[in-house]
């Protein structure tokens, strides 16, 4: 048995420059997975030539779905190995992998080469989200939780905003071949990852994942570092804390008991994290992995023009969590989430409507979608936020995983391969029919969240759900 002040000493800190670095360091994991998505739509068209991969829309939809079958195979793996081993080792590992699967996509040489590639990229970025979700959430302040986390989050869409940017260079044949600039396009997330490596040796393990896990010397280490390092940035005397937690640590909880937890004591909960995290995974893996081939095909743009019109869906997406974050955390979870997937669903709607009928140029397209995306990419973040705060500390890395890959594998897996050949057919009547049952899902988990959500802001994580060891 322990009792520890370690999460009360953790909430309790100011921020400060440590906290700055944390996100630097893991919040980089969005950002890669941004540039991922984006630099593949993007590429789409070009993809396409004769002379580069010679892919059609539902190769191109295919790849996509490897991409996302990675990731979410990365996710179960990692998030089972980083609740036993621990966070700090496994995000050393699910960076390399990533940089790995990166640097051999720009050798790609057939549809075949080019799947598994992007196969073992999705892997690494699956298994990030696990240990760095993990993390981030275990070692920032309950008070700013929210916010930080949707703000985090909300890089993906800087990552995007590096895809859009560096396509519009790269697939101008007046500049690179066009069997080259795709190509080069990859090295900008290897050059990204290998530097993160060197970054994340400053960034120490959960002092709560260590208290549970039976190491309470190297907790009580680890949280004396982070005080001084906090103290030295804020120049603050921190406060004392009175509140405390036993716990009867274990090195691990089998998978048993983790699934007892999760579908029978907090089955509410599961099935509310699972409904966000489908929703919001079809809606986005349908529209950004089609959107080159949508503007392509329907409007006339030129393939190699196609990252300009990115940006402003990427700036929507960003400024969304940025500006709406703050409100997660005084407002409240419940309903943001609820108003944020609702908003998100029924504007998709009528932005279907209108593309049905052809009222829209591809501005007057970019600029509803980024609309949409404002509020949506809000309601994205939020489904990662619950999915990490609301189980206990044991089973807080497999939670992610299992969501991520539940919701993922039913809204992800199968909406690029479906818009794929819903953008192939040419019609925009069918493709309205694909944005409809997208924003369907979006206003089922607003119900869902209106009626299940968790009263999670401002709370300590323990308080939310007790950790398994303390009971």
């Known amino acids: 048995m322990i ?20 996100i630097a360091a893991l919040g980089i994991t969005w950002m890669l997975d941004g540039l991922e998505v984006t630099i593949v739509g993007a590429m789409s068209g070009v993809l396409g030539d004769a002379r580069t991969l010679h892919l059609s829309a539902a190769d191109v939809g295919a790849v996509a779905s490897c991409y996302v079958t990675g990731a979410v195979i990365g996710a179960l793996v990692f998030g089972w190995l980083t609740d036993r081993f621990g966070r700090k080792r496994m995000f050393y590992i699910t960076l390399g992998l990533y940089l790995l699967g990166v640097s051999l996509s720009a050798f790609s040489w057939n549809f075949l080469s080019f799947a598994v590639f992007r196969f073992i990229t999705g892997a690494g970025i699956g298994g990030e989200y ?76 959960s002092p709560r994942w260590l208290i549970t896990h039976g190491r309470p010397d190297d907790a009580q280490t680890a949280m004396a570092e982070i005080e001084r390092r906090v103290i030295g940035d804020s120049n603050m005397r921190l406060q004392p804390v009175t509140e405390k937690l036993t716990v009867h640590p274990k090195k691990s909880f089998g998978l048993g008991p983790v699934m007892k937890v999760m579908f029978g004591e907090y089955w509410l909960r599961s099935v509310l994290v ?56 005084t407002i409240g979870r419940r309903v943001m989430i609820a108003l944020t997937y609702a908003l998100a669903g029924i504007l998709l709607a009528g932005t279907g409507y209108l593309f049905a009928h052809n009222a829209f140029t591809a501005l007057g397209q970019t600029i509803a979608w980024s609309v949409i995306f404002f509020a949506a990419s809000a309601a994205a973040s939020s489904a990662y936020l619950t999915a990490s705060e ?53 206003l089922v988990a607003a119900g869902v969240a209106a009626k299940f959500g968790v009263d999670a802001e401002r709370k300590s994580l323990e308080s939310i759900a007790a950790p398994l060891s303390a009971k």
Do not use: C, K
């Not at 520890?4 to 420059?17: C, F, K, V």
């Not at 080159?292 to 402003?312: D, T």
């Not at 809204?411 to 493709?431: C, E, H, K, M, N």
């Open 3 to 22: 009792e520890t002040d370690i999460p009360a000493r953790l909430d309790r800190l100011p921020w400060s420059r440590f906290h700055v670095l944390l």
């Open 130 to 205: 696990s240990a760095v979700n993990s993390a981030i959430d275990e070692l920032m302040p309950a008070r700013l939780r929210g916010r930080l986390a949707l703000a985090i989050n909300g890089t993906f869409w800087l990552g995007a905003a590096l895809g859009a940017g560096s396509t519009i260079l790269l697939l101008n044949p007046a500049i690179f071949p066009i069997d080259l600039g795709w190509r080069l396009g990859f090295g900008i997330g290897a050059v990204l990852s290998a530097g993160i490596l060197l970054l994340r040796s400053l960034v120490p393990e």
């Open 274 to 329: 699972l409904v966000l995290m489908a929703a919001q995974a079809f809606l986005y893996n349908a529209l950004f992995f089609t959107y080159a081939l949508v503007l392509i095909r329907f409007y006339g743009v030129a393939q190699q023009s196609a990252g300009y019109f990115l940006l402003p869906l990427a700036a929507g997406n960003f400024l969304g969590p940025l500006i709406l974050g703050r409100l997660f955390d």
């Open 390 to 442: 609301v189980f206990p500390l044991e089973m807080r890395a497999l939670a992610i995983a299992v969501f991520y890959a539940l919701g993922t594998g039913a809204g992800g897996i199968v909406a690029p391969w479906i818009f794929g050949d819903l953008i192939g057919t040419g019609s925009r009547q069918y493709i309205f029919y694909g944005y409809l049952a997208a924003a369907a899902l979006m």
